[in-house]
């Protein structure tokens, strides 16, 4: 899968077979809104202040009460609460979480949007037919503790780095590209959304898209370039980024894809045989150049 500039043709047709059986993906303006305001500004390298061009939060509303009965999402919530912030401190892993981790893993499972990802992989010669051995091979990729920073204890998982964010020394925000996490986050005053990210004018995002390049802040460090799916399920970004991972023994993996509307450049990094990061980021939707 080397990184080439046009669709890829194969990925392509998988990952929209992944999108259409996506029944658990929220509706914009029914399920959730958000409000774009303006586009953020440039950061330089390694500076924390950000001018603000975004007053309200990204989230005008979210449907709680749905998220919370869905299973894959209600676990999936559970599981944001579990990891510490920082990298290079050691996670304690309760027994309980390890059986989140699981409990998470099986609801996911049960959507036919991994049921459909399992069987692409499989005829791939990438995972295993058996689906607890499928489960056990998800589970060592997003869920396996290893060292990020070399002078601490085991202290990041795949799952964690992408899902839930964390810091590097205090000093920047690494991942944190999950748009559940985003909201809750914000809902708890500790992000500050800036704007969302466009080359020009001619390519404002609308309320409806549902992948978004944006600028933020966490706890007080900016992230000056962030990308997310937006009301996206969680299964379907687990599916699409284990199918990137699998088919690829690259460090860095870059692949562009059209899905649904979106032009998107899907990016996945590997940390040995875990996953060390992975993201979209949106090149144009509905023929709008960014």
Not at 90 to 103: A, G, K, R, W, Y
Not at 148 to 153: A, I, P, T
Not at 212 to 223: A, D, E, I
Request: glycine share 6%; net charge negative.
């Amino acid at each position: 899968m080397a990184n080439s500039r046009q669709a890829n043709r194969e990925l392509t047709e998988v990952l929209n077979q992944l999108w259409d059986l996506d029944s658990n993906r929220l509706k914009p303006g029914t399920d959730y809104r958000i409000s774009l305001q303006g586009k953020a500004g440039y950061v330089a390298p390694g500076s924390n202040s950000a001018k603000d061009r975004a007053n309200a939060p990204l989230f005008a509303y979210v449907n709680e009460e749905k998220l919370k009965n869905i299973k894959t999402y209600a676990h999936f919530i559970s599981l944001l609460d579990n990891y510490e912030m920082s990298t290079g401190v050691s996670e304690t892993v309760t027994s309980e979480e390890l059986q989140e981790n699981q409990l998470f893993i099986d609801a996911i499972m049960e959507t036919e949007v991994m049921k459909c990802a399992h069987k692409y992989l499989v005829k791939k010669g990438q995972s295993p037919a058996d689906p607890g051995k499928f489960k056990r091979q998800l589970y060592d990729m997003w869920f396996r503790l290893y060292h990020r920073d070399r002078s601490g204890g085991e202290d990041s998982c795949g799952f964690e780095h992408v899902f839930v964010g964390e810091t590097k020394h205090g000093k920047e925000i690494m991942g944190l590209h999950n748009w559940v996490q985003f909201y809750l986050q914000e809902k708890h005053g500790h992000v500050d959304y800036k704007g969302y990210k466009a080359r020009d004018n001619k390519n404002t995002p609308d309320e409806d898209d549902h992948v978004l390049n944006l600028q933020f802040s966490w706890k007080g460090l900016v992230k000056p370039f962030g990308s997310s799916f937006i009301g996206i399920s969680p299964e379907f970004e687990v599916a699409v980024f284990t199918i990137i991972f699998l088919m690829s023994s690259e460090k860095m993996t870059s692949v562009m894809v059209k899905v649904d509307e979106y032009m998107l450049e899907l990016v996945v990094y590997r940390h040995g045989s875990f996953i060390g990061t992975s993201y979209p980021k949106l090149l144009s939707s509905n023929n709008r150049d960014l």
